[in-house]
C-alpha cells in the first residue's frame, strides 16, 4: 500500500507535467522570442530608459543583471533595516544589520534562506513591498541567464548579442510568473490557505492558555514562492504550517509548482535551438536524477528502524500526518532537487540516509530538476562536459548544436562545476579548523557528534547551491553565521551566473561549426552518460564530509 502510494503520487505530478510540457514550454519560448512588446511593457521600457531592441554582450548582460540586484539589495535592506516605520508592520522591530545582510542576500540569491521566525519578525509590508518582490524578480534573473545561454547556442551568424536582459526580465515577470501565480494563488485560497491583513488573533487553547495566531497575505506569496523555486516561507513551519499548506491536495499542487517551469523548460530549449532532441536528452536526465533521489528516499522512510517507526508505519517523526511520508518525500525531493527552500517536514528529523539523500540532492547541483531557470543552464554546462568526453571516446570533433567546444569552453565550465563544492567545502572547514569560528559553530549546534556535523554540512550545501533549506537543528541566527552563510549565498549566486554568460557569449561568437559525424546525443546511452557524469562529478568531493556526518550516523545505529 505504501509503495502504491508513492508511485501513484508520483504519476500524478508526472501527468500534470507531462500535459504543460508543450503548450507551456512552446508558450516560454515565444515569449522570449517574440518581437512585438506589450503596452504595458512599452510603459515600463520608457520609464526606465531601456531601448528593448537593443542587443547586448555578455558582458552587459553581466553587468545589467549586477546593477539591477545591487539596487534590489541596497533597497531591500534599508527596508528591513526600518522596516518598523512600513505599513501593517505589526510592531515587529527593525531587523539587526547582521540578519538583515543574511535575509536580503539570501532573497536577492532566490535562495530564500531564513535565520528567522517570519511570524515574529516580518511585517507584512516588508513581506509584500520587499520579500515576495524579490522572489518574482529573482526567479526571472534565473530564467532570463537560461535564455541568454540558449541564444548563444542557437546563434549561427556570430554576432556576440545574447538579448536584452530588461526586456527578459520584463517579460518572465509580466507573462509568465505573474499570470500563473495569480491563478495558484486562487486555487491555494479555495484549498484553505489564507489570504488576509487580520494580524494576531488571541484564542483560548483546550488547555485554558492564551495563544496568538497569526494571520497574513499567504497565498499570494506562496504561489511565488513555490513557482520561483524561492522557498521563503510566510511562517516559521513553512509549508508545514496548515495555513500555508492544509491539505494533501494542496501539497500536490505546491510540488507541481516547484516542478512545473524546471521541467517544461526543456522544451523551451529544444523550440528556441530547433531540435526538440536536445531537449528531450535534457527533461530524461532531470527525470532521470529525480527518481534517483526520490525512490531511495522514499525506501529509508518507509524502513525507519525503532518501535516507533514500525508502528507508526515508517519514520514519521518531523512530518505532518496530513501528508504523510509520501507527502513529504515527494516535496523533499522537489524542493532539494531545485532552489526552491520551502520544506513541508523537518529534513532533520529524517532517517539518517533519508537526509543523506536530501544532501546528495543538492550536491548534484540541483539539475533534478533545477531552479526556474537555474536548472537548465546548470544542466547544460554538464551537457558541454558530457559531449566533450563522448566526442573523444567515439573519435569526433566535439561539437554541440553546431557549436564547437574549445578550450575557452572547457575552461569556463571547469570552473563552473567547482564553485559549489568549493564554497560549501570551504565554508564547513572554516566553521571546524578556525577557533573562534569553531566555538561558535559548536555552540550554534542543536545536537553533538555526527548529527550536529549533518547540520552544518546541510547549511552550507544549501547556501552554497542557492536552495535555501534548512536541516533544522542549528541555530544560524548569529552574527558570524549570518555573515558566513550570506556571504556563501552571494558567490554562490552570481560566480555561476558571469560562468554562464561568458560561456553564452563565446558560443554567441562563433558560426556553425560542421561535423562530419553527428553525435548520438538523443539517445538513451547519452542519457545514462550524462546523469552518470553528473553524479561522478557531485559525489567524491563530499565524501569525507559525509563519512563523518550522516554515514556515521546511519552506519553507527
Known sequence: MNWFLAISS???VALVIALAYRPLGDYMAWVFTSKEHWRI???????SGVDPERQQSWRAYLMSILGFSIAGFLLLFVMLRFQNLLPYALGTPAMSSDLAFNTVASFVANTNWQSYSPEQSIGYGAQMAGLAVQNFVSAAVSMAVAVALIRGIA??????????FW????RANLRILL?????????????????????????????GAT?????GPTASQEAIKMLGTNGGGFFNANSA????????????????????IPFTMPRTVGTMLGDQRAGFALLFTMGALFLLVYAPLTAFEFAGAGSAPELAGGAMEGKEQRFGIVGSTLFATATTGTTGGAVNSMHGSYTAFGGLMLMFDMMLGEVAPGGAGSGIYTLLILMVIAVFLTALLLGRSPVYLGKRLGVRELKIVSIAILVMPTLAIGGIAASFAIPSVKA??????GNEGPHGLSEVVYAFLSAAINNGSAFAGLSANTPLLNYMLGTVILLGRFIPIALVLALAGSFAKQGKAESTLELPLHRPQFVILLAGLIVFIAVPMFIPVLLAGPLAEGFIR
Open 10 to 12: 508520483l504519476l500524478t
Open 41 to 47: 511593457e512599452r510603459v515600463i521600457y520608457k520609464l
Open 155 to 164: 546563434s549561427r551568424g556570430g554576432r556576440s548579442g545574447l538579448g536584452n
Open 167 to 170: 526586456v527578459d526580465l520584463v
Open 179 to 207: 499570470p500563473i501565480s495569480v491563478v495558484a494563488a486562487v486555487l491555494l485560497i479555495a484549498g484553505g490557505v489564507i489570504q488576509n491583513f487580520a494580524g494576531f488573533t488571541d484564542v483560548e487553547t483546550v488547555a
Open 211 to 215: 495563544q496568538s495566531i497569526p494571520g
Open 241 to 260: 504550517h496548515p495555513f500555508e499548506n492544509p491539505t494533501p491536495w494542496t501539497n500536490i499542487l505546491q510540488t507541481l509548482l516547484l516542478l512545473i
Open 440 to 445: 561558535e559553530i559548536v555552540s550554534s549546534m
